[in-house]
């Protein structure tokens, strides 16, 4: 059989004003035979998405494919004139990005979204579109599939704005799709559902796909065949069951082994150290604090926890959980509502305002975007700085030596003193980042996502050196993130939250021991696995219902009640559950009792760590 | 731990970020300005003849060699009296763009960081200014305050800061969300270092571009004052004031009535054309 995408020799190089060309792709060759789904793998600036969209025969503003063929069905896509690609765009070939956020017109409804190239194209009248949807709407797992299309896209979530983007891809059966990194921006309980629904439709109408993504867990679940690309070019093509298994080329390895950091060694238990920061009974949110002391949108709920000097608790949960608001509470950017801070045995006071100099310096936070965080028009000499004249009165001379120490310490070269944010690139941003609240000579560092925007391999060198930087400097960290092998690596300790309120707490290998509290269990399991077959094996069930409720029926229920498999009816969502100890040392904060939970661990997931 | 020290991937390559070429219509516009200011420092010293002195009996003359550009109502030398006017008409317009960018930017800027009622009482408050028709304040201003140099610089300035605030402030607003700002606060930085260091400098392409158009509206309402009879007063003269003494001469087609309005015209083109090819705007 003839593949229906073959691709040789592909060159695609940007193009700047004067015509230097600058090769982004370089003499990548494969093809795709139909029914079979490639993916191309690689970090951000690998071109992958370059490659991708030219196979809609499209290349980038600035971007120009200087050599080779791309070949659709036996039709050369280089140089068709813009008429026949237009008729190829949404009907042959369709392409599922990476945000459906922004690709839907927030002010339209979604179903004449969905229907519009479908209908545009001629290939079906309006009715028999919408009634083609709405089947599809059903098969991708929406909610009611049939008034779901009325909705406008700020009326659904995350995860189901992707199925509908894919709804709408898939309506004209286009012998192509190129998903484009569609589940990378979703939690890790929603991308589980998304993936699932992609997977059946894909197999179920024997769709040809390109799958673009930086992540090989996921490319494991969904590829037959998976493409390793490295600076824009090949590095290993093969079947994606090979490719896991036994990689062969020393890239691949380096993909998968910054995929799934390794744990830091157990280090002397929290008792033995004093604590650093105490925070207790902690409620905090937005708006003005109304009579019963409770603020108008409250977020974090009764919060309680410790850090030891020297050690690192990770926060973790679902985008929503409340994590960045409480490093915004610890830091003084949001007054808490109640409940108190403590650093070193002295309550800090609620505002930034009210806080001495001092206690500003000992906690730094280090923001997730460091694009947004280094001023763009200063130098990184002026960035690190400022807070060496502002907390230690350094100037001149004695200021640019401590500049020099710090970027040594963040591993940074002295030659980017006089550089600004924009010249670097995004792990050196970061880096530089971490260098500026260590200019303060902080003990608590409040690394908010800090990894989230990096590529795999250097989000693992920048967890590397903060774990350095811990033992050189004796530093502690409240470490926020949604990614469970990221806090697995780094921390000491974790805490799981839930629509702000703690569900589990306890040191780090409460995460990879059972029995858990059912969310945490829910987000570890979640995690793909680096193996294919993976989402076929998982409880057909699991992670359906993955959408974060912020509303209760009772003040008193579980907030997890809603989405949890084990709950107790008439018990979980009536009564505030008790936190209760685990002989495996965690706290959590459930109905269930430890035998009941250790007895429903096994039913209820199947996929087990 | 390991004491390896680990650094960026080497294929991670420092770049430098390439000057924009200015655009052909940009240089235009620097030359045309580049012109006028230095005209407006040199020309009264450069005139080929004093600038308020008679030398054509007959008035309305037209373009001969040595009075190129003709003569005026009076028989004065036009091409030295616009040289002279320059100065009287570049020189009170760039004062009052100053002061109005100046006033109206730092209001801006504190009610961007500072924020709360002091932003809003600001804002209201600039609303209420921008309401009254600027020629209008101006004949009022200059009727109740007398005519004088600094009388016009102040009122045209008056009449241009809620224009600058509310560009600074919009500016401003998305510059102070951002989490390098956040940081500062954190640090425990004052307003005026927020204002001057993290805010103002995120600012300047995009403040410069509008400070040249305010410009341009200075010169053009203070030749609107002048026009009226209400501007710089005789024996000076600003190009505004040329263009009213000079009207009749439309009738006799006598290039003294053209001229000084050509000269306002490249001036207030050239500025335009400069900021709008402002390299780099967003740095």
């Given at each position: 059989m003839r593949p229906l995408v073959e691709v040789s020799g592909l060159h695609i190089a940007a193009v700047d004003g004067r015509g230097a060309q600058t090769p982004i792709v370089k003499d990548v060759s494969f093809d795709i035979a139909p029914g079979e789904v490639l993916a191309l793998i690689g970090q951000?600036?690998?071109g992958k998405t370059t490659i991708a969209l030219s196979l809609m025969g499209y290349a980038r503003d600035?971007?120009?494919?200087?050599g080779g063929s791309v070949k659709l069905d036996g039709t050369e896509?280089?140089?068709?004139p813009a008429r026949a690609l237009q008729q190829l765009h949404g009907r042959d070939v369709a392409y599922v990005p990476q945000s459906a956020a922004a690709s839907?017109?927030?002010?339209?409804?979604l179903m004449p979204q969905v229907i519009e190239s479908a209908v545009v194209h001629g290939l079906m009248t309006r009715r028999e579109a919408e009634a083609k949807a709405i089947a599809l709407f059903a098969e991708l797992a929406l909610p009611d599939p049939a008034n779901v299309?009325?909705?406008?896209?700020?009326?659904?979530s995350g995860g189901q704005l992707q199925r509908l983007i894919a709804a709408m891809a898939l309506l004209t059966s286009p012998r192509l799709v190129i998903f484009d990194e569609?589940?990378?921006?979703?939690d890790v309980t929603t991308q589980i559902g998304v993936l699932r629904a992609f997977k059946r439709v894909v197999r179920e109408h024997g769709v040809t796909a390109l799958y673009v993504s930086h992540d090989l867990a996921v490319v494991a679940q969904i590829a037959d065949r998976i493409l390793v690309l490295n600076q824009g070019e090949m590095q290993e093509i093969g079947e994606a069951e090979r490719l896991i298994s036994a990689p062969s080329h020393a890239y691949t390895r380096s993909l998968m082994a910054a995929a799934r950091p390794p744990e830091r060694n157990e280090r002397p238990a929290a008792e033995e150290r004093k604590p650093l920061l105490q925070v207790s009974a902690l409620t905090a949110g937005y708006g003005r604090i109304g009579t019963n002391g409770?603020?108008?949108?409250?977020?974090?709920?009764?919060i309680s926890f410790t850090v030891p000097a020297g050690h690192t608790l990770g926060i973790v949960g679902e985008s929503g959980s409340g994590k960045s608001t409480l490093a915004r509470v610890i830091a003084g950017l949001l007054p808490q509502a109640k409940g108190t801070v403590t650093l070193d045995g002295a309550t800090l006071p609620p505002s930034l305002a009210r806080r001495t100099r001092d206690q500003l310096r000992q906690i730094q936070f280090v923001h997730q975007m460091a694009d947004t965080a280094?001023?763009?028009?200063?130098t990184v000499a002026e960035i690190l700085g400022r807070p060496l004249t502002f907390f230690g009165g350094l100037r001149g001379r004695a200021r640019d030596r401590a500049v020099a120490e710090l970027l040594d310490m963040v591993r940074l070269?002295?030659?980017?003193?006089?550089?600004?944010?924009?010249?670097?690139?995004g792990g050196q941003k970061q880096r530089a980042n971490l260098a500026r609240a260590l200019a303060a000579r902080p003990r608590l560092l409040l690394c908010?996502?800090?990894?989230?925007?990096?590529?795999s391999v250097v989000g693992a060198a920048v967890l590397k050196l903060l774990a350095e930087l811990q033992s050189e400097l004796g530093l502690s960290y409240v470490f926020i993130s949604h990614d469970i092998s990221t806090v697995r690596a780094i921390c000491d300790q974790v805490m799981v939250l839930y629509a702000g309120q703690m569900m589990e707490r306890g040191v780090r290998r409460v995460l990879s021991s059972?029995?858990?509290h059912p969310y945490s269990d829910l987000l570890v399991n979640s995690?793909?696995?680096?193996?294919?077959g993976w989402l076929d094996e998982i409880?057909?069930?699991?992670?359906?219902?993955?959408e974060v409720t912020?509303?209760?029926?009772?003040?008193?229920?579980?907030?997890?009640f809603p989405r949890c498999s084990v709950h107790i009816p008439g018990r979980c969502e009536r009564d505030t559950p008790p936190i209760q100890h685990l002989s495996k040392g965690a706290d959590i904060r459930c109905h269930r009792s430890e035998n009941e939970l250790r007895a429903l661990a096994g039913t209820a997931v199947a996929a087990e760590v | 731990m390991s004491s390896t020290v680990e650094?960026?991937?080497?294929?991670v390559v420092i770049k430098r970020p390439r000057r924009m070429p200015i655009p052909l219509l940009g240089w235009v516009g620097i030359v045309v300005v580049a012109f006028w200011l230095i005209m407006a420092v040199f020309g009264p010293m450069l005139t080929?003849?004093?600038?308020?002195?008679?030398?054509?009996?007959?008035?309305?003359?037209?373009?001969?060699?040595?009075?190129w550009l003709g003569s005026d109502?009076?028989?004065?030398d036009v091409l030295s009296r616009i040289m002279a006017g320059a100065q009287t008409t570049v020189g009170p317009a760039i004062a009052a763009t100053l002061l109005a960018v100046f006033i109206g930017g730092t209001l801006a800027l504190a009610a961007a960081a500072v924020g709360g009622w002091i932003d809003t009482a600001l804002s209201r408050t600039m609303d209420a200014v921008i309401s009254v028709p600027s020629l209008l304040f101006g004949l009022v201003a200059v009727a109740a305050l007398g005519v004088s140099v600094p009388v016009l610089i102040c009122t045209a300035g008056v009449i241009y800061v809620p224009g600058a605030f509310r560009i600074w402030r919009s500016l401003a607003v998305n510059v102070n969300a951002m989490d390098y700002v956040s940081v500062a606060r954190e640090r425990g930085e004052g307003m005026p270092y927020i204002m001057r260091r993290e805010i103002l400098p995120n600012l300047l392409g995009p403040v410069l571009a509008d400070c040249g158009l305010r410009f341009v509206f200075a010169v053009l309402l203070l030749s609107s004052l002048s026009f009226l009879g209400l501007g710089i007063q005789p024996p000076d003269a600003d190009w505004g004031s040329m263009v009213r003494e000079n009207l009749p001469g439309l009738i006799y087609g006598a290039p003294a009535a053209i001229f000084p309005a050509a000269a306002l015209a490249t001036l207030t083109i050239g500025v335009n054309l400069l900021v709008d090819n402002l390299p780099g705007r967003e740095r």
């Open positions: 951000s600036g690998s600035g971007t120009r494919i200087t896509l280089r140089g068709l839907f017109n927030p002010s339209r409804r299309g009325n909705r406008y896209p700020h009326q659904v569609p589940t990378t921006a979703l409770m603020p108008l949108i409250p977020v974090l709920h009764d280094l001023n763009p028009s200063h070269p002295a030659a980017v003193m006089h550089q600004r944010p924009a010249s670097l690139s908010d996502e800090v990894t989230s925007a990096l590529d059972t029995p858990r995690v793909p696995e680096l193996r294919t409880e057909p069930a699991f992670g359906l219902e993955s912020t509303t209760f029926p009772n003040a008193r229920a579980c907030a997890f | 650094r960026e991937p080497a294929h080929p003849h004093p600038a308020g002195e008679v030398i054509d009996p007959d008035g309305f003359g037209p373009m001969v060699p040595g009075m109502v009076l028989g004065r």
